[in-house]
């Protein structure tokens, strides 16, 4: 009787980029490639399984900006900003530009936003102006202006980061309602469409053509510096725990985005590393949306 042969044991992932009939098959293991995959997950040993569903809450309808960071979960459905209860009611909170992305960032318990058009801060359940404070500190002839309008928007050691188009201004040290737009700022060539600050320090910066890395805390010091000639897909990106992608060779708390070539993370030192880019072609798409649950990075692009 003859040996039994093994056909299929796993499967190392899926391949976009090779000629289906050429894919990789390894007859020892019985390991091979996908060249398609729908709705299936691939654990670290090679089983392929299907992905779990889904069930539908109270909330069914059509939303978008969907964001929690451990205090108010707020997202957009038609005119209404909208913060969503434990019991899967909510409260409008706000109209706004209808169709507009939101982009979001948390500060002690005040959740603040912005979408390109309006501008303003949660705090127990009610929207508030984001306007120019008054400002304490040593005397000064510059001229400090409230929180430019722009459509996105990050916290980062102190300074607030709002990306207007081309061009990214920062507030004063640990006053996020004071911007001198006649010093503080850092000018791109193209339109902004990520800024993901590391809780190391850091932060990840793409325009629609090119991505950056902006070392250190303080955005006086230093400057942005070019990672690759492609850009991030805007809204993509996530924090994510750098010790559970690959075998660990990473550690710490980096970025994670899809870009136009490929899925790719970001290190608080300025390491970048495209892990798909040469395995998987994606749509055309400058936007859609990320996140990271269950040890497991998901990415939705818009054609």
């Known amino acids: 009787m003859s040996s039994p042969i093994t056909i299929f044991s796993g499967s190392n992932g899926l391949n976009t980029k090779v000629d289906p009939a050429r894919l990789r ?33 109270v909330r069914t309808e059509s939303i978008h900006s969907l964001w929690c960071d451990g205090g108010a979960c707020l997202f957009i459905t038609g005119t209404s900003l909208c913060q969503l209860h434990p019991d899967y009611s909510y409260s409008v909170v706000a109209t706004v530009f209808k169709g507009a992305a939101v982009s979001y960032f948390q500060v002690e318990g005040r959740s603040y936003w912005m979408n390109g058009h309006e501008k303003g801060y949660i705090e127990n359940v009610v929207n508030n102006p984001w306007v120019q404070g008054t400002y304490v500190g040593p005397a000064t002839t510059r001229q400090l202006s409230g929180p430019p309008i722009g459509h996105l928007v990050a916290y980062d050691f102190g300074h607030v980061y709002i990306a207007q188009g081309p061009v990214v201004w920062y507030s004063e040290p640990f006053n996020l309602n004071a911007f001198d737009l006649s010093r503080n700022y850092l000018p791109f060539e193209d339109r902004v469409s990520m800024l993901r600050p590391l809780p190391a320090g850091g932060m990840w910066v793409s325009t629609g053509k090119q991505t950056f890395f902006l070392p250190g805390t303080n955005p006086r010091e230093t400057g ?13 990106d996530a924090l994510i725990d750098l010790a559970k992608i690959g075998a660990g060779e990473m ?9 136009t070539e490929g899925i790719c993370i970001g290190s608080s030192d300025g390491q970048m590393i495209n892990l798909t880019q040469r ?7 400058i936007f859609g949306a990320g996140i990271c649950f269950d040890d497991r990075y998901v990415a939705t692009l818009q054609p």
């Open 251 to 259: 550690s710490g708390i980096g970025a994670i985005w899809t870009s």
């Open 279 to 285: 395995r998987i072609s994606y749509p055309r798409s």
């Open 224 to 236: 942005p510096l070019k990672k690759a000639d492609y850009p991030a897909i805007e809204h993509t």
């Open 25 to 57: 098959f390894d007859p020892k293991t019985g390991v091979q490639g996908l060249a398609v995959a729908v709705n299936v997950n691939i654990d670290p040993t090679g089983r392929v399984g299907r992905r779990k569903g889904f069930s539908a809450t």
